[in-house]
């Protein structure tokens, strides 16, 4: 009879499994399948004491990835809460926070956007592009990792939560922070090149003492979406939703298309242009 246990890291084809019982191994998949997740609940056959092989995945409450034209690369599976970990230095690709937003959506698991190095003067610019996303209804949380973490803990009371941006945004100074004994690996900011070394090579799982659990996943720079249908998209921008179906065409594009509902609202001031361009940017990415 196969055992139960969760993937709390993956290390490329190999992964550290834990029984719920406490006991963990080190994984790997049969035939060769790699397409799991930190966060999975999966059967596993014991080999002997430190070893087990992967059987099947369970069902997943969601799951978190990102396509592009070439692979699939999972990021976390059965999570509630994906925190989007931002800083004013290095500066944060804006549009990547949209696609982590979108992606959130897609999951149905909320979504906390989260500026760190609030003591940097370059803050107060940042919270001003940040404004328009709470408006939207997204959380914004300010703090600053070397500082204090106490704001963040209620975010993360009974959630799994990953957290996920670009290197170099203070990622593993928040783990280290919440959980000191977790020693995980940081690295200075190449401020020449304006970006964060990578420094988190796998995801990892980590036990808090509220109750909640936290993953952390390494440093992204893209969040490729080809795996959503183009007619899924519109549908996972909140401040659209208002306007889906009062387009002339069916199959609007909204792109250049006469009465398009999007392209008036934005006419209006009612959307934001960027959120409107990343639209047909995944349209065009999902070839249509």
């Known amino acids: 009879m196969a055992d139960i246990a969760r993937i709390i890291e993956t290390h490329g084809k190999s992964f550290i499994v834990e029984l719920d019982e ?23 056959g014991l080999i002997n004491e430190e070893q087990a092989v992967i059987e099947k995945v369970l069902p997943r409450s969601s799951l978190l990835y990102r396509s592009d034209e070439w692979r699939e690369k999972l990021i976390a599976a059965n999570v509630t809460q994906i925190v989007v970990v931002l800083a004013a230095v ?15 959506e897609d999951a149905d698991i909320r979504a906390l956007i989260l500026l760190n190095k609030a003591d940097l003067p370059e803050t107060a610019a940042a919270h001003e592009v940040l404004a328009p996303y709470h408006r939207l209804g997204y959380p914004l949380l300010e703090l600053s990792a070397k500082q204090d ?28 922070a919440l959980l000191p004994e977790a020693k995980v690996r940081t690295n200075e900011i190449s401020l020449a090149l304006d970006s964060g070394k990578h420094t988190t090579t796998h995801a990892t799982l980590y036990r808090l003492p509220n109750g909640g659990e936290l993953i952390d996943s390494p440093g992204l720079q893209e969040f490729g979406m080809r795996h ?16 889906i179906g009062q387009c002339r065409f069916h199959n609007c594009r909204h792109d250049r298309e006469p009465n ?11 959307i934001l242009p960027q959120r409107l361009n990343l639209l047909r940017k995944l349209r065009q990415e999902c070839g249509v």
């Open 228 to 243: 959503l249908p183009a007619d899924r998209l519109a549908p996972l921008f909140p401040e659209f939703r208002p306007y």
């Open 90 to 104: 290095p500066s944060f690709y804006e549009e990547l926070l949209s696609r982590c937003l979108v992606a959130a």
């Open 149 to 176: 973490v106490a704001p963040l803990w209620p975010y993360l009371a009974g959630q799994l939560s990953v957290f996920v941006g670009q290197s170099g945004m203070g990622k593993s100074t928040l783990v280290n």
């Open 260 to 270: 398009c509902a999007l392209i008036a609202a934005l006419a209006r001031g009612e």
């Open 22 to 44: 406490g006991r963990r191994y080190i994984a790997t998949a049969r035939k060769k399948k790699t397409d799991y997740a930190v966060g999975d609940r999966v059967e596993v």
